[in-house]
């Protein structure tokens, strides 16, 4: 009977994630702010309805694949060519800034080590946990928004894939330091030719689906074969290039973006995400939140923590927002929307942890930068945009 309790998990979390996405919109927050709060409550921190399983991870990870396949379906091709080289250099401060904040804090609590000493690696490692960006809860704010195709959106978007990528090779260099079987030059050789390939191969799936776009206008085969495209280039990343699945969704949407029928393969997939796998994912990071056996010393770290990741990201990334001639406002809302922390910031964890560069206890705060930045993010991005929406009435 055991194998048919994930029925009853799926349909607790649909239930409250549902209900609490439709309190959180009455109370004007995006609904996936419920969504989270729904999954702490049923999770093991509050009323232990629902427990982490193998199995709602890996339905959260088809979640947060469906929503960065549809990000990339939904962005404009142009946009995020002419914003290349800016969101190149915001995700450069999005990565350094986070990463010297993240040690300097850890040294503050515990004192500076030497350079090459496993103290000084472990703070550098903190700060490796802070570079991580999750855009996929920013994605889903600004699509509610209907702002996710203008050019802060397709800004944010392209930052925080170049920014997935930059943090992956500084986790695999600072891993290589401690663990001298990695190699950190081939993650960097990997990377770029992973990027040659999607270029090559997706220049040549673009005209196949192109043309069958053409020839079979508006049916289900189309958005069939999107979805295997997508599930295939996840795949590919994750497998053969280590690269995070969540950047080979979003290139296969990107391949795709261009074709007549991209808005009708994106509406099926939302469907998907709506329905099901969306729910799943944004309560999954309620779920993974315990607050047992936090002492002091730890409670006040993760405050900090929290405080220095969030603040380093908007300074780090607003600045140079700033500097490459956006206003101050659309400044604000880029280094917002890149503050957020997910899926990623797990991974880069459970690496340290593999290597013995994270100590088990710190796994708190950065469940605890998750929940916070979670929540915050989509509702500092709503009252931003709130107001640029007034300002635009009070000058009509």
């Not at 195709?149 to 930052?159: D, P, R």
């Amino acid at each position: 009977m055991e194998s048919f309790e994930l029925f009853k998990d799926l349909a607790i979390i649909v239930v409250f994630a549902k209900v609490f996405g439709i309190i959180a919109r009455k109370l004007k927050a995006p609904q996936v702010v419920g969504e989270i709060i729904a999954g702490l409550l049923i999770g093991p921190s509050v009323l232990g309805l629902v427990q982490q399983t193998d199995f709602l991870m890996q339905m959260a990870e088809i979640g947060v694949v469906l929503l960065m396949f549809s990000a990339g379906l939904e962005t404009n091709i142009k946009d995020l060519l002419k914003t290349g080289p800016i969101a190149l250099l915001i995700a450069c401060a999005g990565v350094f800034v986070p990463l010297v904040g993240g040690a300097l804090l850890y040294m503050g609590f515990y004192g500076v080590s030497p350079w090459g000493s496993e103290e000084f690696f472990k703070a550098v490692f903190i700060g490796v946990i802070m570079t991580a960006t999750s855009v996929s809860i920013t994605v889903e704010s600004l699509k509610e928004l209907g702002k996710l195709k203008g050019k802060v959106g397709t800004t944010i978007l392209s930052a925080a894939i170049i920014d997935d990528v930059i943090g992956i090779i500084v986790l695999t260099f600072v891993i290589g330091f401690k663990n001298p079987d990695s190699n950190p030059g081939k993650v960097v050789i990997s990377t770029i030719l992973f990027f040659i390939l999607a270029l090559v191969v997706g220049y040549i799936l673009y005209k196949v689906f192109k043309y069958l776009d053409n020839r079979y206008p508006h049916t289900r085969r189309i958005p069939i074969l999107s979805l295997a495209l997508c599930f295939a280039m996840a795949y590919v990343a994750e497998v053969y290039f280590g690269i995070a699945d969540i950047t080979g969704a979003y290139v296969a949407g990107i391949i795709l973006c261009s074709i007549r029928d991209s808005e009708y393969i994106a509406e099926k997939m939302d469907i998907n995400s709506y329905m099901l796998f969306g729910p799943v994912f944004f309560a999954s990071i309620g779920l993974k939140t315990s607050i047992d056996n936090v002492g002091l010393e730890i409670l006040l770290f993760s405050i900090g923590f929290v405080l220095v990741a969030l603040v380093c990201k908007i300074i780090g990334c607003g600045l140079v927002a700033k500097l490459c001639r956006f206003s101050g406002a659309d400044s604000l809302k880029i280094g917002v929307g890149m503050m957020t922390r997910g899926e990623v910031a797990l991974i880069v964890s459970q690496k340290g942890l593999a290597v013995g560069l994270l100590s088990p206890v710190y796994f708190t705060a950065v469940i605890l930068l998750i929940i916070v930045s979670s929540i915050s993010t989509p509702i500092i991005m709503k009252i931003l945009y709130a107001k640029d929406d007034q300002k635009q009435l009070e000058n009509a």
